[in-house]
């Protein structure tokens, strides 16, 4: 019996140290912060190409998209964003599926502000929700009551002096293999009778994943071009 008893004792030894050194190394899963901004490679076709094609983000991705998480009071997760019904909330689960990688994983990676902006992060979704409705800005236009993805992103994140932490720059709609405008950009424009915003100031979502007032902390899946294999 004591053979036994000792063989018990050491079996339950075995079992405990296993255990908490499984509990050591367990990864805790990801959770979305209140403004966190989720970058994402959509397949929306020639236009979403043409976007990707002139825009580069963090580690060669090319984004089309992106969103500002907005987590409430008890943990449930939706992303606003601009897109062609106006500004709207879309829960973070059909957010996620909206474009996936070949291991069906989510075209997305999250940025966070650094945290000598938390101040910032702090006002941005408030700022952000106040856009609720408004119209989709279909002619990309910084001075104009509606808004695109990134766009929206601008006018949300800004510092103590009201100064939008995301920089603006000539956007361009050539192809840079031709220097022409791109096809699906010309019929684009020409279907309002306006004029292609060539050179005017903008921001796209590539450009912001690289900014240096933010760090991207999580991977769900691989957006096209992207040059890194593991999540952070």
Same mark, same amino acid.
């Given at each position: 019996m004591n053979n036994m008893a000792n063989l018990s004792v050491a079996l339950f030894l075995i079992i405990a140290i296993i255990s908490g050194c /499984?509990?050591? *190394?367990? $990864? $805790?899963?990801?959770?979305? %912060?209140?403004?966190? =901004?989720l970058f994402q490679d959509i397949d929306c076709g020639d236009m979403c190409n043409a976007i990707e094609t002139v825009t580069f983000g963090w580690n060669g @991705?090319?984004?089309? %998209?992106?969103?500002? @998480?907005? *987590?409430?009071? *008890?943990? /449930? *997760? /939706? !992303? =606003? $964003? @601009?897109?062609?019904?106006? !500004? @709207? =909330?879309t829960p973070i689960d059909e957010f996620l599926q909206r474009s996936t990688d070949s291991t069906g994983n989510p075209k997305v990676i999250v940025g966070r502000l650094l945290p000598k902006y938390e101040a910032v992060s702090a006002k941005a979704v408030k700022l952000a929700l106040g856009y609720l409705g408004k119209p989709y800005d279909t002619v990309f236009s910084i001075s104009n009551e509606a808004y695109y993805c990134s766009e929206l992103v601008y006018f949300a994140y800004l510092d103590s002096a009201n100064a939008s932490l995301f920089e603006l720059k000539p956007m361009t709609y050539n192809d840079p293999a031709t220097m022409a405008i791109f096809p699906v950009w010309k019929s684009y424009f020409d279907a309002m009778s306006v004029d292609v915003p060539e050179g005017e100031p903008g921001l796209n979502p590539g450009g912001i994943s690289q900014s240096d007032k933010i760090e991207i902390v999580h991977i769900y899946g691989m957006p096209q071009g992207m040059k890194v294999e593991s999540s952070k």
């Open positions: /499984n509990q050591g *190394v367990k $990864e $805790e899963p990801f959770t979305l %912060h209140n403004g966190d =901004l @991705a090319k984004f089309s %998209h992106v969103g500002i @998480a907005v *987590v409430d009071s *008890v943990g /449930n *997760v /939706n !992303v =606003l $964003e @601009a897109i062609s019904k106006g !500004v @709207a =909330l």
